[in-house]
């Protein structure tokens, strides 16, 4: 679904990315896994359209997302982005998660519902008329996980979405992010630099490394000594 082909990336002098080659398939949770500074925030901004590639190509669906500039908001609207700080606004937790259904010209009853069900889903009911910015940072993420998630994007990426929070909310996270794979079918591209969360809920693993991905596999894969 997602298509990885030959992605590099230089800031400057600095290469970042060096011809990163994969494919994450419909369906599947994909941990891209690596060390601090390996690239991976630079990857999943590729892939949200947050930037561009110095070379090579991303097809999402056999579209090269990065070529067609007029197709670049439909693009967008197939993806949910959670990044690695909980970024919510000064506002109640239903405006944080109504701000992406705005845009689409849902009416006032249908987004109140569908903002109700997605913060039931990331276990916040009851928290819409709260100010974001008064929960706890694992609260503030799952608020972020819920305006992502609202929009029914057919891929959700996450940034290191667990880096910042404490255990419990770390096995939350962990936990919707199997359960929305699971019950949505939604394809999961998330990044860490920690292998065991890796191993414990992807499918599919690359491991970035020297700017590429030095492997890609199950984790049964990855992880076992040839
Ligand atoms: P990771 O997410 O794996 O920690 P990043 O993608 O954040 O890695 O960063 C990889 C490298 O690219 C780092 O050395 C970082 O300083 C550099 N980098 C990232 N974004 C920029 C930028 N906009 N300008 C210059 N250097 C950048
Ligand atoms: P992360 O931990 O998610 O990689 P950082 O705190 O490293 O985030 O970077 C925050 C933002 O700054 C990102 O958008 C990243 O692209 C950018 N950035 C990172 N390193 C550099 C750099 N050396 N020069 C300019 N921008 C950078």
Redesign the pocket.
């Known amino acids: 679904m997602i298509e990885l082909d030959s992605v590099s990336k230089n800031?400057g002098d600095t290469t970042v990315l060096a011809g990163v080659t994969g494919q994450v398939n419909r369906g599947e949770i994909f941990a891209v896994i690596g060390p601090?500074g390996a690239g991976?925030?630079?990857l999943l901004?590729l892939i949200d359209l947050?930037?561009t590639p110095t070379e090579g190509a991303i097809r999402i669906n056999g579209l090269d997302i990065h070529a067609d500039k007029g197709r670049r908001l439909s693009i967008r609207r197939m993806m949910g982005m959670v990044?690695?700080?909980p970024a919510v606004f000064n506002t109640t937790v239903t405006e944080n998660v109504a701000v992406g259904l705005r845009f689409r010209g849902a009416g006032r009853s249908e987004i109140r519902k569908m903002v109700e069900d997605a913060l039931d889903m990331v276990g916040l009911a009851g928290y819409g008329d709260r100010k974001a910015r008064t929960l706890s940072g694992g609260e503030m993420q799952r608020v972020a996980l819920a305006r992502a998630m609202v929009i029914e994007p057919e891929v959700l990426l996450m940034?290191?979405p667990t880096?910042n929070l404490d255990p419990v909310s770390v096995a939350m996270i962990e936990d919707l992010v199997v359960r929305i794979n699971r019950d949505l079918g939604t394809t999961i591209v998330f990044s860490t630099h920690d292998m065991y969360q890796g191993q414990r809920l992807a499918h599919r693993i690359g491991v970035l490394m020297d700017g590429v991905f030095s492997q890609v596999g199950t984790p049964r894969e990855v992880f076992t000594l040839p």
């Open positions: 800031f601090s991976k925030s630079t901004r947050l930037d990044f690695q700080k940034d290191e880096a």
